[in-house]
């Protein structure tokens, strides 16, 4: 047998530990929570002093990208939130209207630059293979 009887404390396995959870949550905006990778003012903890740069985009292709990611990494990271606070109603409302503007800007750059992904090719020919590679960087940007 895996566990004996005395081995294996069952309380153990229902431990919750001591949180407030009365506390008011200190939400960045989805940029600055990407920049740092994390939505909560509260959780971030810089390691060793050090800070995170700044993303400005070369072009209007790169900053409207960047938006898209932003908006898409706060739309993740208030989903997890929600999934162990169902019921704080101030942070679903700003997953909706996070998820409503990733939309708008995700259907702004598909119409503009094209497709983010592959689901997204239209027309009758297959271009996804035209998109820029990883190893094309044009000029030092890390994600276009």
């Not at 905006?29 to 995170?52: A, V």
């Not at 739309?75 to 209207?97: G, I, M, R, S, T």
């Not at 995700?106 to 119409?111: A, I, L, P, T």
Request: aromatic share 16%.
């Amino acid at each position: 047998m895996l566990f004996e009887d005395n081995d294996f404390d069952v309380n153990m396995a229902f431990f919750i530990p001591d949180v407030n959870f009365n506390r008011t949550v200190n939400i960045l905006s989805p940029m600055e929570g990407f920049l740092r990778g994390n939505m909560f003012q509260d959780e971030y903890e810089p390691y060793k002093n050090l800070t995170y740069f700044k993303l400005v985009g070369r072009d209007e292709q790169e900053r409207l990208l960047y938006q898209v990611m932003a908006l898409s990494f706060a739309v993740n990271d208030l989903n997890l939130y929600l999934d162990l606070h169902p019921d704080d109603k101030e942070v679903l409302a700003l997953f909706k209207k996070y998820v409503n503007e990733e939309e708008m800007k995700c259907q702004e750059y598909v119409k503009k630059y094209g497709p983010l992904e592959v689901s997204e090719v239209n027309g009758s020919k297959f271009n996804w293979i035209n998109s820029p590679w990883t190893w094309d960087n044009k000029g030092g940007s890390m994600y276009v």
